[in-house]
């Protein structure tokens, strides 16, 4: 963080040029007689292309208005839109810089001005964000923060936002997954595959689970999966026929897109409901439609980012009562795969474009 004067400045507290977290309450900006600049490092965008095009930089430090926190951000994580979004095909909403990346955070409130004031500065917090999480600094709505459990680290608790927050609101709010029931989750080692294998052992539902490893399968298997399945050597709608007898599954968690689409519609059981959360593979299908009408099929798509601040908020707020408290009686686990420092953002990005990771690639440390 950087500190640049001109003409005076009116001192409140006693400076320490060492000491970055004195930084908000040692100078106020008295206007016409000093200008303060404060500027942060980011991760920026430098112009639309592959990983390389990730570069550390300054930019202004955000202002948090009336109701927001302001977050000394401590780790974020990886998540599929950040590739796009570097890639320049998947713009931020309105109000958020496109050139910082980063859909949530880990880290301690610097200032709240929350009239509420459900938290103080000092608070460990993570949360979801429309972007700008890969900084020193980031602004949030205080009723979408998280306080995070006592037993997680804040990496730990940067791979728990994005992921278990999706998981839970496609599977138990819109799909409404029920204890014995049968669940299809593709993409079973990503983030949220490792997270909706989680939450939905604990509903007590059976799961299957394809992914492009054997290694991958197997991890989740000790997360709780029932059956794996490789897509790269076995048919997955052979597969799953298989295994539910010819019956099907009432559910399904794609993540896939494109590729699995007329599988899909398959090994949906009359009545079966399937929820798309993840376009990797495309978004262009063929369909036919009287497949959907003979087996009354629901069909869903969900997306977090674009959500009113209504719907975080509620979001946040079942995460508190449903999912956190199981994080703390250790029934749930961020799963991540490798903790990236700042500088290395790159190749961590290379890295989850390469389809290596299991669970959730972690950005995090000294900058």
């Known amino acids: 963080m950087t500190i640049y004067t001109q003409w005076s400045v009116v001192s409140n507290a006693p400076y320490r040029d060492h000491d970055e977290d004195n930084l908000r309450d040692a100078f106020s900006i008295t206007l016409g007689k000093s200008i303060i600049l404060r500027e942060m490092?980011?991760?920026l965008i430098t112009k639309p292309g592959?990983?390389?095009?990730?570069?550390?930089g300054e930019v202004p430090d955000p202002q948090p208005s009336d109701g927001e926190l302001l977050i000394q951000v401590r780790a974020t994580s990886l998540n599929r839109?950040?590739?796009?979004?570097?890639?320049?095909?998947?713009?931020?909403?309105?109000?958020?810089?496109?050139?910082?990346?980063?859909l949530e955070f880990s880290g301690t409130v610097l200032e709240s001005r929350e009239?509420?004031?459900?938290?103080?500065?000092?608070?460990?917090?993570?949360?979801?964000?429309?972007?700008?999480?890969?900084?020193?600094?980031?602004?949030?709505?205080?009723?979408?923060?998280?306080?995070?459990?006592?037993?997680?680290?804040?990496?730990?608790a940067a791979a728990v936002p994005e992921v278990f927050a999706t998981a839970y609101d496609a599977l138990f709010r819109q799909v409404d997954l029920k204890q014995g029931e049968r669940l299809l989750i593709h993409a079973v080692g990503s983030g949220v595959?490792?997270?909706?294998?989680?939450?939905?052992?604990e509903a007590g539902v059976t799961m299957v689970g394809?992914?492009?490893?054997?290694?991958?399968?197997?991890?989740?298997?000790?997360?709780?999966?029932h059956v794996g399945i490789n897509y790269r050597t076995t048919d997955f709608v052979e597969a799953v026929?298989?295994?539910?007898?010819?019956?099907?599954?009432d559910a399904i968690l794609d993540l896939v897109g494109a590729a699995h689409w007329k599988g899909n519609l398959k090994?949906?059981?009359?009545?079966?409901?399937?929820?798309?959360i993840g376009l990797v593979s495309g978004s262009k299908v063929e369909v036919d439609l009287s497949v959907i009408l003979r087996k009354r099929l629901r069909l869903m798509g969900s997306v977090l980012r674009f959500r009113t601040l209504a719907e975080k908020t509620q979001l946040a707020h079942l995460m508190i009562e449903n999912v956190l408290p199981l994080f703390e009686q250790e029934k749930l686990t961020p799963v991540i795969d490798r903790v990236y420092p700042w500088q290395d953002v790159s190749a961590a990005h290379s890295y989850m474009e390469e389809n290596r990771n299991f669970g959730k690639i972690v950005l995090a440390g000294q900058w």
């Open 241 to 249: 026929l298989h295994q539910t007898d010819n019956a099907g599954v």
């Open 81 to 102: 839109a950040d590739l796009l979004q570097r890639r320049g095909i998947y713009p931020p909403p309105a109000g958020t810089r496109a050139d910082i990346p980063g």
């Open 115 to 156: 009239p509420e004031c459900r938290f103080k500065p000092g608070d460990r917090v993570m949360g979801l964000l429309p972007g700008e999480g890969y900084a020193e600094l980031v602004v949030t709505p205080a009723v979408t923060a998280m306080p995070i459990p006592g037993n997680l680290s804040f990496e730990e």
């Open 193 to 201: 595959g490792t997270a909706a294998v989680q939450l939905s052992r």
């Open 41 to 43: 490092k980011a991760v």
């Open 210 to 225: 394809t992914a492009g490893s054997n290694e991958k399968l197997s991890r989740a298997k000790e997360l709780g999966l």
């Open 50 to 56: 592959p990983p390389s095009v990730l570069k550390i």
């Open 267 to 276: 090994v949906l059981r009359s009545t079966g409901r399937m929820i798309i």
